[in-house]
């Protein structure tokens, strides 16, 4: 028989913890008003706070969406592939190459911890725990329910004085003094220090951020008590905001090589390309020149997944690329690489293409 009742009676922590402590299987599903969440549990650990698949206000997708890991065009794509394959986000993640294993599994983490962060404040609404509703494939992660509890629980406490020192969202910041060499910076908060310029307020730099609400005020908490920022002023609610600071795209993963015989050979095949000119290719053919080029082989596979998901969308190749970047499967940049040009061709009844990627030479 399921689990359920009223949170005015049982918390989400005691629930939480009655079930990990019980080591058991299924899903808890909460609701609030017009709000409806899910915990996946196994074996007492949580593993999940999303449903499998992907809808349209998946957790994790607008996660991965804010903290500016995967830009709008991704997420078409992603979005297209899964409609066609009904695949989990996670899978369509990992073996579309989006992230490695370890990366997803930490993001999935701070995810899960973001919403428990919301769900343990609830104080009212109703429970239901299921045990024959469980988590469909292998768990990406399995936390100890008692240890995210416990760092939900002070998060909470945390998030409470972050709200009192920084309540008004219309505070300007500014850079008082930079860190020092040796001090310790995530890349999220080095790239603060890019957004924080004296003219953007409290509310659009963690807007703008990399992160979590709870990350960016965690950081931006800790620049100012060692004195790195400062308030700079206010800016009154009406007058025009300043140009966006949040970047268009994410920051791209390097390509791993796995050994030096891989990047010699890498390096003799960019020579010969180089040599000889561009080749014609089609989906599937060898490289052409400059796709040996570490950046280069990374700009190439987006163009071919544009072209890919174009067709799968609209059933022929684009007549050219420009459609791409007209339909925002692309940007303008992505099709013009410096140092390289690109010519692109379709077939017959628009069933395949050519694309040659030349180098531009000065």
């Given amino acids: 028989m399921a689990l359920q009742g009223s949170l005015r009676d049982f918390s989400v922590n005691e629930i939480?913890?009655?079930?990990?402590?019980?080591?058991?299987?299924?899903?808890?599903?909460?609701?609030?008003?017009?709000?409806?969440?899910l915990v996946y549990i196994h074996e007492g650990r949580i593993v999940s706070t999303r449903e499998p698949g992907l809808k349209s206000d998946d957790p994790l997708l607008k996660?991965?969406?804010?903290?500016?890991?995967?830009?709008?065009?991704?997420?078409?794509?992603?979005?297209?592939?899964?409609?066609?394959?009904?695949?989990?986000?996670?899978?369509?993640?990992?073996?579309g190459r989006y992230l490695e294993t370890e990366e997803l599994k930490g993001y999935v983490e701070r995810q899960i911890l973001d919403d428990l962060m919301r769900l343990v404040r609830w104080e009212s609404g109703t429970y239901r725990f299921d045990p024959k509703n469980r988590w469909s494939g292998a768990p990406l992660v399995r936390l100890n329910t008692e240890g995210v509890l416990i760092e939900g629980a002070r998060r909470v406490d945390e998030q409470k004085c972050f709200v009192a020192r920084f309540k008004d969202p219309y505070e300007l910041l500014g850079v008082r003094d930079l860190p020092d060499a040796d001090e310790p910076l995530s890349e999220e908060e080095?790239?603060?220090?890019?957004?924080?310029?004296?003219?953007?307020?409290?509310g659009e730099v963690v807007d703008a951020a990399p992160l979590s609400e709870y990350e960016a005020y965690e950081a931006l908490n800790r620049m100012l008590e060692s004195k790195w920022i400062e308030n700079v002023g206010r800016r009154d609610p009406g007058i025009e905001v300043p140009k966006t600071v949040r970047p268009t795209r994410p920051k791209r993963q390097p390509l791993r090589i796995g050994n030096e015989l891989v990047a010699l050979g890498l390096f003799v095949a960019l020579v010969v390309g180089l040599q000889f000119g561009a080749r014609w290719i089609?989906?599937?053919?060898?490289?052409?020149?400059?796709?040996?080029?570490?950046?280069?082989?990374?700009?190439?596979?987006?163009?071919?997944?544009?072209?890919?998901?174009?067709?799968?969308?609209?059933?022929v190749y684009p007549d050219q690329l420009q459609r791409l970047v007209e339909d925002d499967w692309l940007s303008v940049r992505q099709l013009s690489p410096p140092g390289y040009a690109y010519r692109y061709q379709r077939l017959g009844a628009g069933e395949d293409y050519r694309l040659e990627l030349r180098v531009v030479r000065r």
């Fill in 16 to 37: 939480l913890q009655l079930l990990g402590t019980q080591r058991k299987t299924g899903c808890l599903m909460l609701e609030w008003n017009t709000e409806r969440s």
């Fill in 63 to 95: 996660f991965l969406r804010k903290v500016h890991r995967l830009s709008d065009e991704q997420i078409r794509g992603i979005q297209a592939i899964h409609r066609e394959s009904a695949r989990d986000l996670e899978d369509l993640l990992l073996n």
């Fill in 190 to 202: 080095k790239e603060l220090f890019g957004i924080i310029d004296g003219h953007h307020t409290v």
């Fill in 282 to 315: 089609g989906p599937a053919s060898v490289p052409a020149a400059g796709e040996n080029d570490v950046f280069m082989a990374t700009q190439v596979r987006d163009v071919r997944l544009a072209l890919d998901l174009f067709k799968r969308e609209r059933g």
